[in-house]
């Protein structure tokens, strides 16, 4: 009997052993030990990279953001209250507007003056609804003003003239022409102020299925006629560049631009690329599986090839880095919520897309000295939007609290970061389990964003700051059980920040990251 029980509680110390080995080689594999350098400051993190899309597509401008003056829902102007209060706080800095494929069919005359008398047409690029053109250049100046914003106009190229272009900018921003005079007495005397100005949309596309060179013939006459008369406000034109990989319109664009003659100059090179998993678009907004979430996320995580492969040949010709590389289009492009207009490009928002969203926004930190404005698709009710309306109720998705946390790394300074970012695995794919970013605001604050990928597993990063070392740190976390939540207008705040939870270890800080996450920090020496 007492060899039997010495028997057994070898074999319980034996299990006792195994199970505690175990339980320190998974707590190892889940550590990630991170260091912050920041006597090593980069690039400064453009503000502009925080940018939105607001484009004449579903709802996202009519009942979106415009209800008109008339409407019991609270607005200013008819713009909505409450879609304004969610944008200014998360300080957006830039909107583009009025397209997308929508631009190339715009003309800006057909909405300026009374609103009876405006001419409505039809929205053939989505749904073939009607264009009442009660939301034009006025309306618009008016949204980014009451947001704070600046204003990204694409002017019309596909189906326009440099002449419409150009008169459509001097009615903007001209102080004493007779342009100026019928802006006055539409009802805005003063210059607007236009920081950005587009020649074209998808040149290459929708907007004329243009060879790279013949769009460059376009370009230069555009951008010669294109005069900013507001000295206000220093203005950048932004020409059409590529489609995803294509290097036609890099290389076309930039080898003209290194040898232009004094008439015609740009600041920045437009980029278009979204996470589709090919097309049309099918992926599922909710009720998806692991295999569709890495899928999609494996495909995200392209941008940081993408923009390397682009930035490269910028820089052959501007090694200066002049011209910004402009993604003004990116995003989740998902199936269509079922039930709505499908050329009305609605879709839920998941913790997924919160996910992929962080991933881009720090791809496009790391690489903040040639990109400097991104735009994503789009601001409210189309593709991944930061809000969602229905009638007098707003929501804001998971990926406008990722926008909301990321606000301190507005103009800030990059901070280089070094980690063992781990594996995430799921059947053939591979992909970094953590990502991170690290930045010093315009106040001297320090801030650390983690991404962790995997949806299964929790994480641990230990973070150590150098030179010196970290007392504390406060933030919050974006997670919930399932990587396809969605917040509802029954249940507005299903997945929401939460305070994280950080010890200190020495002169260093834990961090939990919960699976399928994302969490901001502000470090505290």
Not at 105 to 130: F, Q
Not at 192 to 200: E, H, M, R, S, T
């Amino acid at each position: 009997m007492l060899n039997y029980l010495s028997s057994k509680a070898g074999t319980a110390l034996a299990l006792v052993t195994v199970l505690l080995g175990s339980a320190l080689a998974y707590a190892a594999e889940n550590s990630i030990a991170l260091t912050v350098d920041t006597a090593k400051p980069g690039a400064t993190i453009d503000r502009h990279i925080f940018g939105q899309f607001a484009e004449h597509l579903g709802s996202g401008i009519y009942e979106g953001i415009w209800v008109g003056h008339d409407s019991p829902i609270p607005n200013t102007r008819g713009i909505r209250n409450d879609v304004v209060a969610a944008l200014k706080a998360i300080q957006v800095p830039v909107v583009r507007w009025p397209g997308g494929c929508f631009a190339d069919e715009y003309h800006w005359r057909n909405g300026i003056g009374p609103a009876d008398k405006r001419r409505a047409g039809v929205n053939g690029n989505w749904g073939n609804v009607k264009e009442p053109n009660t939301f034009g250049t006025h309306e618009f100046m008016d949204l980014v003003e009451q947001i704070g914003a600046e204003a990204y106009i694409s002017a019309n190229v596909g189906s326009g003239t440099p002449q419409e272009s150009a008169e459509w900018l001097e009615y903007l921003t001209a102080e004493d022409s007779a342009l100026a005079q019928e802006r006055a007495a539409n009802g805005h005397p003063a210059p607007y102020k236009v920081a950005f100005w587009g020649i074209g949309n998808e040149s290459w596309g929708c907007g004329g299925a243009m060879s790279a060179e013949h769009y460059l013939s376009q370009l230069k006459i555009f951008s010669r006629f294109s005069r900013n008369y507001n000295g206000a406000q220093k203005m950048q034109q932004i020409a059409v560049g590529p489609d995803g990989g294509d290097t036609a319109y890099t290389e076309t664009i930039m080898k003209a631009w290194k040898n232009k003659v004094w008439s015609w100059d740009i600041g920045g090179l437009s980029l278009h690329s979204y996470t589709l998993n090919g097309w049309p678009p099918v992926v599922k907004a909710t009720g998806f599986g692991e295999a569709e979430y890495a899928k999609f996320i494996h495909e995200t995580l392209g941008m940081e090839g993408l923009i390397g492969k682009h930035a490269a040949i910028m820089d052959q010709y501007d090694p200066e880095k002049k011209v910004a590389l402009v993604v003004d289009e990116w995003g989740a492009w998902l199936a269509p919520t079922p039930g709505t207009n499908p050329g009305f490009l609605m879709q839920q928002n998941s913790q997924r897309d919160a996910i992929l969203a962080a991933l881009n926004l720090n791809i496009f930190a790391r690489h903040a000295d040639r990109v400097r404005m991104t735009n994503i698709a789009q601001m409210i009710n189309v593709l991944q939007a930061m809000i969602l309306t229905d009638k007098e109720k707003m929501l804001l998705t998971p990926t406008y609290h990722v926008y909301k946390m990321y606000v301190p790394f507005h103009d800030a300074t990059l901070i280089p970061v070094r980690f063992d970012a781990g594996t995430y695995r799921f059947q053939e794919l591979s992909m970094p389990r953590v990502d991170a970013i690290a930045a010093r605001d315009k106040n001297g604050q320090l801030w650390l964003a983690l991404t962790n990928l995997d949806q299964n597993q929790a994480a641990k990063v230990n973070v150590a700051l150098l030179p010196g070392g970290t007392a504390s740190a406060v933030g919050q976390t974006l997670s919930s059980a399932r990587i396809d939540a969605v917040n509802t207008f029954a249940t507005p705040n299903a997945v929401a920040p939460v305070a994280v939870n950080i010890r200190a270890v020495g002169k260093s800080l834990s961090i939990p990251l919960p699976p399928g996450s994302v969490t901001v920090v502000n470090l505290r020496p």
